[in-house]
């Protein structure tokens, strides 16, 4: 990832590697879970995604790429089509992780710098407007239905 300082390290390297990004995960997911708009689309057991989230941040952020290694191109928007992604969901989302980039310790100027980049890909996944939340997804195969 290319940002106009530090330009010989990543952010993965700049932020403190492996255990800085667990700590985001950790405090990003918490408040994921107890979130009034965010808690109804997610699994009641977080692990699972925290794990995956894990292995993307980590590779978003300039480290190794664990994600696609395991899972191959992030996809990102299309993984969260099966998801009512709206306006509302995409802010809730963002202010968890504004919160834990602040938990995990992770200083100016590269917060901003990655609050950035994340609220331009957090724009990308929304796929419902807010009047349509509790709207069923419509199915991409109807034939199943
Ligand atoms: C905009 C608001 C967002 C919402 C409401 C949202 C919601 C979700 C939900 C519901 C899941 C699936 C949980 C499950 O497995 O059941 C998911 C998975 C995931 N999300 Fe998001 N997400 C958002 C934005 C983002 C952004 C900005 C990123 C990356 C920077 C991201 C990265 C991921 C990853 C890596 C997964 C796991 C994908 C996989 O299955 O391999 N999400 N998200």
């Known amino acids: 990832m290319l940002q ?28 994921v879970g107890q979130h009034p708009d965010l808690k109804p689309i997610f699994p009641e057991d977080l692990t699972p995604v925290a794990r995956r989230q894990y292995k993307f941040l980590t590779q978003f952020f300039g480290g190794p790429p664990l994600y696609s290694q395991e899972y191959g191109p992030p996809m990102l928007r299309a993984r969260h089509m099966p998801f009512p992604i709206t306006p509302k969901r995409a802010w809730a989302w963002l202010s968890c992780m504004s919160e834990a980039l602040e938990e995990a310790g992770i200083e100016e100027p590269i917060r901003g710098f990655l609050f950035e980049r994340l609220t331009m890909t957090a724009h990308h996944m929304i796929n419902t407007p807010d009047d349509e939340e509790a709207a069923p997804r419509k199915s991409i195969d109807p034939g199943r239905e």
């Open 4 to 31: 106009p300082f530090a330009p010989d390290q990543t952010p993965y390297e700049l932020i403190g590697g492996a255990e800085t990004v667990q700590r985001l995960v950790n405090a990003f997911y918490k408040r």
